[in-house]
Structures are given as C-alpha cells and as structure tokens.
Nanobody
C-alpha cells in the first residue's frame, strides 16, 4: 500500500514556474512508476508526464514537452514535476499516481487505469 500526497500548487502568472511534489509513504515506492495527470473543470483527466521506477526514462504529453520536467528521488520517496513557462491552459488539479508499470510500450504510462495509487490532487491556477 502506498499513500501519495501532492503539494506545491498555487496561483501563478502566465510565464511563471511551479514545482509540484508527490510525497509517498508506505512500502516499495522505488519499485513504482510515477505519473502526473491533470483535470480541468469540465474535462477528462489527462496524462501530463511519467517516470519509470528506476528514473531512467521519462515521458511527456506533447502539450507540456519542453516546459515540464518530471523527476524522482527514491531516497526521499518523493517525485517532482517542475513546470516552467506556464500557460493559462495549464490550469487544473494535478494528481500524482503510482503503479507497477514495467512496460516497454510508453502508451501504457499515459493510461490512468494502469496506476494503482493516487493522491488527492493539488490546484494549479495560471492567470493571464
């Protein structure tokens, strides 16, 4: 069992930056892949970024590629999402998720149903 708690959200102007954290408690965090998803009002939850359990591979949605960076520190049981050059369309509740994903096909890392554990979410609001 893994519990996830996100933090670091807030209100920022367009062009600004935020760093989200996902602190994990419980067993074996280092064996789980971690994904970040977001959900804006009236929209479905969408994939943002993912990182494999080793941290050796990362994946990004096209909409955030080049602006967001996912990372993890297994010694601290924490994953991060650094968000630069934020846009108003990045406004959403951001969720981190953990799951046992050992796929070579990167598609599976974008599927919410493949993740077993979810945090409660943190609000990110980008003003224009």
């Amino acid at each position: 069992q893994v519990q996830l708690v996100e933090s670091g959200g807030g209100l920022v102007q367009a062009g600004g930056s935020l760093r989200l954290s996902c602190a994990a408690s419980g067993r074996s965090f280092s064996t789980y892949a971690v994904g970040w998803f977001r959900q804006a009002p009236g929209k479905e939850r969408e994939f943002v970024a993912a990182i494999t359990w080793t941290g050796g591979s990362t994946f990004y949605a096209d909409s955030v590629k080049g602006r967001f960076t996912i990372s993890r520190d297994n010694a601290k049981n924490t994953a991060y999402l650094r968000m630069n050059s934020l846009k108003p369309e990045d406004t959403a509740v951001y969720y981190c998720a953990a799951g046992v994903l050992y796929f070579t096909n990167t598609y599976y890392y974008t599927v919410p149903e493949k993740y077993d554990y979810w945090g409660q979410g943190t609000q990110v609001t980008v003003s224009s």
